[in-house]
């Protein structure tokens, strides 16, 4: 008898032993099907909403996230069927035709920066721009130097001397910036780079960063696509410089 008791005691505790493995197996094919799911809407094959991007988040923001979008869905119906100016012809893929103008939960920036120092290594903020869920352009400003700028990266940037040198003050616009992104989810590409001149942070559950997205990384062989590459790819559009709605 307590020969049979040891014996499955030893079967029990191999059993507890194996759960964890099973518990990782499900958890990296759910985390599979969830990146899945996500591109195959990014490319038009599926119709139904894409899960967040990031398995790091709780699931008590994707139920908020739903009732949000909901909200904002409705809002920009009305604002839709209230304006009844005409769609240009010259319509900007990236933006939303009739589309709410104003602040929604979902931002997007981008920032552009020119080099200060020996040979323009260094970096600082020259210019940020914020669009909507809708693509609607809600903020676009040039930032006034805070350094001898060394290198204006014109051929990247598209900052000119003549952009900047009357810009707004660095700590007005930090500032404004920071008023419209709090609480709100931020969309971008390698962010951690507009944060660094920006002199701001952002909480991690609350950034969707185009530029470590596996998924993303997986269309160009494990590498991290340039935006300019990853716009032509998934939405068939060549990204300008000159427009805050082309921009970000």
Same mark, same amino acid.
């Given at each position: ?18 759960? +964890? ?34 398995? !790091? ?7 908020? !996230?739903?009732?949000? !979008? ?39 920036? !981008? ?21 909507? %869920? ?18 204006? %990266? ?6 000119? +001397? ?40 952002? +909480? ?45």
């Amino acid at each position: 008898m307590p020969k049979a008791k040891q014996v499955a005691d030893k079967n029990w505790k191999e059993l507890l032993l194996k759960q +964890p493995e099973l518990k990782n197996t499900k958890e990296k094919s759910r985390k599979r099907k969830t990146e899945l799911e996500v591109i195959e809407d990014v490319m038009g094959k599926r119709t139904e909403k894409a899960t967040v991007w990031f398995d !790091d988040v709780d699931d008590i923001y994707l139920e908020n !996230d739903i009732k949000k !979008d909901k909200e904002e869905a409705e809002m920009d119906r009305t604002h839709s069927n209230n304006n009844n100016n005409n769609i240009n012809d010259n319509v900007n893929p990236l933006v939303k035709q009739k589309s709410f103008t104003g602040l929604t939960r979902i931002i997007a920036m !981008d920032c552009e920066m020119v080099g200060v120092g020996e040979g323009g290594s260094e970096s600082i903020l020259a210019r940020v721009s914020l669009v909507n %869920r809708f693509g609607q352009c809600i903020y676009d400003k040039y930032v006034k130097p805070t350094e001898p700028v060394t290198d204006y %990266r014109t051929f990247v940037s598209g900052i000119r +001397p003549s952009d900047i040198e009357n810009g707004e003050d660095f700590k007005v616009v930090q500032k404004e910036v920071y008023d419209i992104l709090k609480n709100r989810t931020l969309v971008g590409h390698a962010l951690r780079n507009d944060f660094q001149v920006l002199y701001l942070e952002h +909480p991690r559950r609350m950034i969707r960063d185009t530029s470590v997205y596996k998924p993303f990384k997986r269309m160009f062989n494990g590498n991290t696509p340039s935006l300019r590459r990853l716009t032509e790819r998934l939405l068939g559009v060549e990204i300008g410089r000159a427009s805050c709605r082309e921009r970000v």
